[in-house]
């Protein structure tokens, strides 16, 4: 019992410390595979690496975390109830008052994380489950 929950504290860092990483990484790969050197080998002529969704860019491994964090997209930073008008009467849901924010903060980096904690906690409940202490389903 001590081994399984164990490694899946291990898997759940290893998700906090892989998913940023795979992000840079596949931004990454699709800088290079869009330098003007592969596309000419590709298709034989200038052109552009056209994508299905836009690619974000890439400038380092650092560089790209801060540039996700700070600069890319928009986060909400913080929401306050608006203030209520005097003689007006109250309505059944609340006005927010949501501030935006450049970047899109740290959860930019960590974006996919619940299905990955969502995949660890089933295989290790199944493996709970099953208790037949060869590993197997």
Same mark, same amino acid.
């Given at each position: 019992?001590?081994?399984?929950?164990?490694? $899946? /504290?291990?898997? /759940?860092?290893?998700?906090?410390?892989?998913? *940023?990483?795979?992000?840079?990484?596949?931004?990454?790969?699709?800088?290079?595979?869009?330098?003007?050197?592969?596309?000419?080998?590709?298709?034989?002529?200038?052109?552009?690496?056209?994508?299905?969704?836009?690619?974000?860019?890439?400038?380092?491994?650092?560089?790209?975390?801060?540039?996700?964090?700070?600069?890319?997209?928009?986060?909400?930073?913080?929401?306050? *109830?608006?203030?209520?008008? *005097?003689?007006?009467?109250?309505?059944?849901?609340?006005?927010?008052?949501?501030?935006?924010?450049?970047?899109?903060?740290?959860?930019?980096?960590?974006?996919? $994380?619940?299905?990955?904690?969502?995949?660890?906690?089933?295989?290790?409940?199944?493996?709970?489950?099953?208790?037949?202490?060869?590993?197997? $389903?």
């Amino acid at each position: 019992m001590t081994f399984s929950v164990a490694n $899946f /504290c291990s898997s /759940c860092a290893a998700v906090f410390v892989k998913l *940023p990483l795979e992000t840079v990484l596949r931004r990454g790969q699709v800088a290079v595979l869009g330098s003007q050197p592969y596309i000419k080998a590709l298709q034989g002529r200038d052109a552009k690496l056209e994508t299905i969704v836009p690619a974000g860019q890439y400038k380092g491994v650092m560089g790209t975390i801060y540039h996700i964090v700070t600069e890319e997209g928009s986060h909400v930073v913080h929401t306050k *109830p608006a203030p209520s008008r *005097p003689g007006k009467s109250k309505a059944k849901g609340k006005a927010v008052d949501t501030k935006y924010a450049k970047g899109q903060g740290l959860e930019g980096l960590w974006r996919g $994380f619940g299905v990955s904690w969502w995949g660890l906690v089933g295989l290790w409940t199944v493996g709970l489950l099953s208790n037949t202490g060869d590993g197997e $389903f």
